[in-house]
C-alpha cells in the first residue's frame, strides 16, 4: 500500500528547538513527507519558545518545516509541579488533538512515547484512527533505575497504566531495539495482541554528519592539536552518562599515552568537568571543553579519533539506542562504550566497530587503552562510516521502516 497523501497527526513531547527534537523528529519527518506523508506535527515547546528570540526561531522553523509540507502546531511545555503539571499539558493536548483530527481529517496518530500516547488513546477511541505507539523507552523503569521513582509509587504506577493502554490500543510499535522487543511482548498490554512491529535505532542525518579532512585539520589547528589522538564525548553529561568514570578512564589513558587529549562537546556544566579533571590531575592543556552547536559538532567530531560514552548499565537500558554512537560512527570514529546498553554490544562483538567495556576497573581501562591502537589505521573512518551506512541512515534505515509500519498500519482492516 503507498503512503502518499495519508495523513498523520505526529505528537512529541519533546519540544522542536530543543536538540532531540532537532534530530530525532525532524529529520524523520522531512524523510517521510518526501513520500507523500501529510504531517500534522504537535509538540510541546518549552519556556524559551515564548521569549523574543525564541519567537524568532519558532517563526523560522514553522517555515522551514512549511516547505516540507508538514503544519507544526505546538502548545507550551509545562514542567512543576511534576504530575499536575504533565496532567494539564495531557488535557491540552487532547482537546488541541481532537481540533487538529477533524480539521485535517486525520487516519493515523503518531505518538511518540508514553505522554503523547496517553493522547493518542483517546483520539483513537473517539474517532476510530490509526495508532503508533514509538517506545522511546521503557519510561516508568527508567526513573526507577534513576532512583528517581520507587518501584510501586503512585507515579510509577500511573505511568505503568499508561504504558499498558498504549500496548494495549497501538496499531502498531515501535522499539528502539531487538533486545527489549521480546520482553515488552510478555507484558499485560500486549497479551493476547500481535500488532505490527519495527525495531528503528536512533540513527544520525548523513548528510550532516559525515567526516571533513579540511574541517578535521581546521579544529586542530585551532585546538592546537599536532598528533595528538583525541577522544570525543558529545552531549549532556550526568543523569544516564557516567562522567566520573569517563574522567577515570582518561586519565588511565594518560599513563600509557600522555600526549592523549580529551575533548568534551558539552552544553554546560563545564565547571563540573573541570573540577572532575583536576581532581584527576589532568592538566588543562590535556583536555578541552567546547560547548558547540549542532551544527558544528561534526566537525569536532571530524577533529577527533575515537568516540567514547560510558552509561549507566541497568534493565530499562535495554531499550536505549544512544544517537550519538549513530553520530559518532558517522563521522568515522571508532566506539569506546560499556557493555549492556540496548542493542551496542553487537556493533563491537559483530560490526567490530570498536571496544566494548565489562566493567569500570583499572585493569579494563588498560585493555581498553591497547585494544583501541587496533582502531588506528587510515582506513578505520571508511570503514565505521560503512557501518553507519548500513545501520544508522535516517534516511535508508530510519524513514524507510517507519513507511513500512506506516504502509502495514494504514493498510490493515
Known amino acids: 500500500m503507498s503512503i502518499e497523501g495519508k495523513r498523520v497527526l505526529y505528537i512529541s513531547y519533546n ?41 524568532v526561531k519558532c517563526k523560522q522553523l514553522h517555515d522551514q518545516l512549511a516547505e516540507h509540507g508538514i503544519e507544526w502546531d505546538w502548545l507550551r511545555y509545562h514542567q512543576k509541579p511534576s504530575l499536575p503539571a504533565t496532567a494539564y499539558d495531557v488535557i491540552q493536548g487532547l482537546v488541541y488533538g481532537k481540533r487538529l483530527v477533524r480539521l485535517k481529517k486525520i487516519e493515523m496518530v503518531h505518538a511518540r512515547s508514553h505522554i503523547p500516547a496517553m493522547i493518542a488513546v483517546r483520539l483513537k477511541r473517539q474517532f476510530g484512527i490509526k495508532m503508533i505507539f514509538d517506545v522511546r523507552g521503557l519510561l516508568a523503569d527508567e526513573y526507577v533505575d534513576a532512583q528517581h521513582w520507587r518501584k510501586g509509587s503512585t507515579p510509577y504506577r500511573l505511568t505503568k497504566r499508561i504504558e499498558r ?134 566537525s569536532y567530531l571530524s577533529a577527533a579519533d575515537a568516540g567514547v560514552a560510558f552509561i549507566k548499565p541497568c534493565f530499562s537500558k535495554l531499550a536505549s539506542s544512544p544517537t550519538k554512537f549513530a553520530e559518532y560512527l558517522a563521522c568515522g570514529l571508532p566506539l569506546v562504550i560499556n557493555a549492556g546498553i540496548g542493542d551496542s554490544d553487537d556493533l563491537i562483538t559483530k560490526e567490530r566497530a570498536g571496544v566494548l567495556l565489562s566493567d569500570f576497573g583499572k585493569e579494563e581501562y588498560a585493555k581498553t587503552v591497547t585494544a583501541i591502537n587496533e582502531f588506528r589505521q587510515p582506513s578505520i573512518r571508511s570503514r565505521m562510516r560503512a557501518v553507519a551506512e548500513r545501520l544508522f541512515d535516517v534516511a535508508t534505515v530510519g524513514a524507510t521502516r517507519y513507511a513500512r509500519l506506516y504502509e502495514k498500519v494504514l493498510g490493515a482492516n
Open 15 to 55: 519540544g522542536m528547538l530543543d536538540p532531540l527534537g532537532q534530530s530525532q523528529v525532524i529529520p524523520y519527518l522531512k524523510q517521510l513527507s518526501r513520500r507523500g506523508v501529510q504531517f500534522t506535527l504537535l509538540s510541546f515547546e518549552r519556556a524559551a519558545s515564548l521569549d523574543s528570540d525564541g519567537v
Open 165 to 298: 493502554q498504549a500496548l494495549a490500543n497501538a496499531d502498531g510499535i515501535v522499539t528502539l531495539t531487538e533486545k527489549i522487543w521480546p520482553i515488552i511482548q510478555t507484558w499485560d498490554g500486549l497479551s493476547g495482541r500481535d500488532p505490527f512491529h519495527e525495531v528503528i535505532p536512533c540513527c544520525a542525518d548523513l548528510e550532516l554528519f559525515k567526516f571533513d579532512s579540511d574541517q578535521r585539520a581546521q579544529r586542530r589547528t585551532e585546538l592546537a592539536l599536532q598528533n595528538q589522538f583525541v577522544i570525543v564525548y558529545s552531549g549532556s553529561i550526568d543523569g544516564w552518562y557516567l562522567t566520573d568514570k569517563m574522567a577515570d578512564f582518561f586519565a588511565a589513558w594518560l599513563e600509557r599515552d600522555p600526549t592523549a587529549h580529551f575533548l568534551w562537546l558539552v552544553p554546560g556544566k563545564h565547571k563540573r568537568i573541570r573540577e572532575l579533571m583536576q581532581q584527576r590531575k589532568i592538566a588543562p592543556e590535556q583536555y578541552t571543553v567546547i560547548a558547540a552547536s549542532p551544527r558544528e559538532v561534526p
